[in-house]
């Protein structure tokens, strides 16, 4: 049946290819217009762009993004993961997840849109979210009445 599937697609877009895993016949992803399409169907998603990439956020935060560092592959997307995840991914997966050096350091991990499955594209940017909504709630924000006591005694310092 894939090889049907594959010779028809071929016909349509001589990129799209097939996979099989196990009952499911599932699609690679091939551009950015596709993670857009996924990200805006969760809530709170909208597009966006991040050092001058197209970008999907949330509440302000990063979700995802074209990378923009010449480390990345092309045909590539960063998204963000937390580290744990992020090991999981590249143990389980090292020919669709990758990271670099320039990447290491952050909590994200990229993606070969040519190799991940709508499926798996789908339930990573649901995970992102997860990620970007917990880490947005853990960090402490100062309130207004802290930022007023912070310039006042840098204002006593300087006196």
Do not use: W
Request: include cysteine.
């Amino acid at each position: 049946m894939c090889s049907s599937v594959y010779r028809l697609n071929r016909l349509v877009d001589s990129r799209n290819y097939c996979h099989t895993d196990g009952k499911r016949l599932l699609m690679a992803i091939q551009n950015f217009d596709t993670v857009r399409e996924l990200g805006l169907l969760l809530p709170g998603v909208v597009k966006d762009t991040a050092y001058g990439a197209p970008a999907l956020k949330l509440s302000g935060k990063l979700v995802a993004c074209l990378p923009t560092n010449k480390s990345a592959e092309a045909n590539s997307v960063v998204v963000h993961i937390d580290l744990e995840h992020r090991a999981e991914l590249l143990r389980q997966q090292p020919d669709v997840y990758y990271i670099t050096d320039h990447y290491a350091p952050h909590p994200a991990v990229l993606v070969r849109l040519s190799k991940i499955t709508k499926a798996d594209l789908k339930e990573l940017l649901r995970d992102a979210c997860r990620f970007v909504s917990s880490s947005a709630s853990k960090a402490p924000r100062p309130t207004r009445s802290a930022k007023r006591a912070s310039r006042r005694s840098t204002a006593r310092r300087k006196a």
